[in-house]
């Protein structure tokens, strides 16, 4: 595990219908390459959600991780596994990224001898523990798609997974009206439930929770006299049972 | 002591090296003094004891964006001695501080208009003036905060740096650097912004920034993906240009997706003599000469066995974790901080470099620090540790060496060790 990330080579792009993994010198087989890449790929995207509950999020940490995700998609789009995954084989693929990260987890669990076992239940949200089950993670990342663990892909989502990355740095700046709609568009209530959930003070805003939230809640109590508050309407309602008012 | 606001976070020697200040977790700043050499006690020359405690920041919420602003001291510098008093600079992620700290050995007795307990005396009762007259009194160290330099850090503040002309000083973020006369509060000049227009460009940050120590219009700032800028104030007021742009090249065959993280400096100091500059990343401390752009001069490895393990420290995120590094006196020596609190000196003249360790167990009061060995594979000789047994939770980050001697303070989370060569 931690030979092939420390050691791994660059994948150059791949020559056509050559299997690319072959050419490359000093790396271990594919499917075990794929799987700790993918596996680095979910850690990556589960950091960038953790950041978000953070008191204060690290822009450094941030900024790092996210170029690491980017590079892990770059590489991937040039391997063309960023792309839509055969259907007998995708029922496969999540239970394959479990074990991987379940593995790299292991190592590290017996580390610190207390992070729990992955949820493997849980098809969608491979690799998370569950703790952060109850966080659905498409929906934090505010993906209009339904799934970024998953690696079939069209257009669509790709541009989700990069829109939620520049929607991760958007939130650690305040946000200007004009985009506060953007933000909310892909929301549904239930997010507030989680908000509620997670700060366990229904009704606060001030829970200082991180930048994720913190967008929403501050993008939902704008200044006074913003213009954007009379856009807001039904979304006003929703704020106003949270901050109490 | 065992709670988290005791964890130091800065150490710093004075420029005379009598006074070493510890910033902490809790916003306290804590000022060593070194005792006076004393023939009637000779080992306690060259101890350093309490000299004064306060509390330099507190925790703060900011109502605009909902977040807690943390009280930890992340820096403290001290500036030059002008007068009696001392005085630092210290700061957390949002806000700078100048603290004052004088001595109080003398009060006044004999007021005419008081009592001694200080109840007003009824003026028609007094019948003759006398001059009050200074008695001695227990010494008291006093701080109070001449200046405070706030709300001009929309992020965090990493660094902050006294300039050699005595007048003004840097303060850093993690997108822009601040100049700051230390006379004036209200206002700052920005001189480095690297925010993009869009955030979502956003892909590399500021994570120091410091003075030279000689040329005042000279400063150097490094960034997370292994560069360091030099500018020169005199081109322009904004210095997103910068005059030197250091960098060393990748070394293709050990690219990993690890290798930017890995490359991202954590801290950059100035030699001394100012001709050099050293960075440290997450597993070697390099030395540059300020003349040489294209790569360092000195490459020294700090824990090159933790290259293989480098996905597990992603995961439980030492990979971010930020050591700091500093030169000796004269420049002859460099130490930085690892894990398992160990520390490594690295000599520049003899090319020998030593791990050693800042715990309890390992080292009683004078006696002399017995060199450590990581095992790095194979078998494990008596007195090596493997690298699976480090314990990743113990790091130095923060170190410091005295300006003039072989003294060293090492932090080692809520410990602080002080150490010096034996003088015969």
Redesign the interface.
Known sequence: ??????????RKSAEDGEDVEGGLAGTQATPSYSL??QS?LD?SLV?LQLCHML??P????S??I???VR??QEEMTQDGTWRVVAPQAAGRAPLDRLVSTEI??R??RE??GERPAPDVGDGRMPGLVPGLSAVPSAQALRSPQSSLWEVDSSRENRGGFQKS??QI??T???KTPGSVEELFSDVDSSYYDLDAVLTGMVGS????HG?GL?AF??AATP?PGSSCRSDLGELDHAVEILVET | MGSHSDIISTVEFNYSGDLLATGDKGGRVVIFQREQENKSRPHSRGEYNVYSTFQSHEPEFDYLKSLEIEEKINKIRWLPQQNAAHFLLSTNDKTIKLWKISERDKRAEGYNLKDEDGRLRDPFRITALRVPILKPMDLMVEASPRRIFANAHTYHINSISVNSDHETYLSADDLRINLWHLEITDRSFNIVDIKPVNMEELTEVITAAEFHPHQCNVFVYSSSKGTIRLCDMRSSALCDRHAKFFEEPEDPSSRSFFSEIISSISDVKFSHSGRYMMTRDYLSVKVWDLNMESRPVETHQVHEYLRSKLCSLYENDCIFDKFECCWSGSDSAIMTGSYNNFFRMFDRTTRRDVTLEASRENSKPRASLKPRKVCTGGKRKKDEISVDSLDFNKKILHTAWHPAENIIAVAATNNLYIFQDKVN
């Open positions: 595990m931690g030979t092939m990330f420390a050691r791994g080579l660059k700790q890449r680095l850690m950091k008191v204060e690290n822009l450094c940490r900024v790092l996210a170029n690491t590079q892990i790299l987890c190592s590290v580390q610190e990355l520049d740095f958007e650690l700046e305040s805003t001030q829970s200082g930048s913190q809640t501050s200044p």
